[in-house]
T-cell receptor
Framework: AQSVTQLDSHVSVSEGTPVLLRCNYS??????LFWYVQHPNKGLQLLLK??????LVKGINGFEAEFKKSETSFHLTKPSAHMSDAAEYFC??????????FGTGTQLKVEL | DTEVTQTPKHLVMGMTNKKSLKCEQH?????MYWYKQKAKKPPELMFV???????INESVPSRFSPECPNSSLLNLHLHALQPEDSALYLC????????????????FGPGTRLTVL
């Protein structure tokens, strides 16, 4: 069995400041973990993925995430937020089979 | 080509209508998925096709009928829908798990916004 908990449903930052979106996971298997982003009325775009290689994963648009097995966490960070980063972010775990388990999502708001 | 396309972008239908949603990918993926997404919620898995055969049906009502005519195409036939079926319907594709990479990275289309009147 696997599950994902996104610890914040809403995060608000100022443009140019760091972004931290928190995710904890639970999995019976050695998991694969993903962060997807969804802009309003759009599909989901893969930001980055962890697949048991390097624990620090770099993604698109300056995002990165660190897999910490001891803390069962996979938090998403970005050093400097941009207005275009405002979107819904989903942390996702794949522990086996063709199914993905989605977190409930974090709405990121970026203010001027 | 790393794109999943979906048509139409928007669809409005009455409860007695029959309509179809279409999805296409040319990445050579042999697993394709239908998801339903309500506002402010994560996507919910509906169906999974693996090698053109239905492998997962998440207890979806029979008014939704999936079809996979070939490895690139996925359809969702709709009949006698209810207003609560109004949602964004997302298609995705991937290599079947575990695949060569050993993990299931899914590529999503832009979705069809369905409104049932």
């Amino acid at each position: 069995a696997q599950s994902v908990t996104q610890l914040d449903s809403h995060v608000s930052v100022s443009e140019g400041t760091p972004v931290l979106l928190r995710c904890n996971y639970s999995s019976s298997y050695s998991p694969s973990l993903f962060w997807y982003v969804q802009h309003p009325n759009k599909g989901l775009q893969l930001l980055l993925k962890y697949t048991s290689a390097a624990t620090l994963v770099k993604g698109i648009n300056g995002f990165e995430a660190e897999f910490k097995k001891s803390e069962t966490s996979f938090h998403l960070t970005k050093p400097s937020a941009h207005m275009s980063d405002a979107a819904e972010y989903f942390c996702v775990v794949s522990g086996g089979g063709n199914k993905l388990t989605f977190g409930t999502g974090t709405q990121l708001k970026v203010e001027l | 080509d790393t794109e999943v396309t979906q048509t139409p972008k928007h669809l409005v239908m009455g409860m007695t209508n029959k309509k179809s949603l279409k999805c296409e990918q040319h990445m050579g993926h042999r697993a394709m998925y239908w998801y339903k997404q309500k506002a402010k919620k994560p996507p919910e898995l509906m169906f999974v096709y693996s090698y053109e055969k239905l492998s997962i049906n998440e207890s979806v009502p029979s008014r939704f009928s999936p079809e996979c005519p070939n490895s690139s195409l996925l359809n969702l036939h709709l009949h006698a829908l209810q207003p609560e079926d109004s949602a964004l319907y997302l298609c995705a594709s991937s290599q079947p798990f575990p695949g060569l990479a050993g993990y299931n990275e899914q590529f999503f289309g832009p979705g069809t916004r369905l409104t049932v009147l």
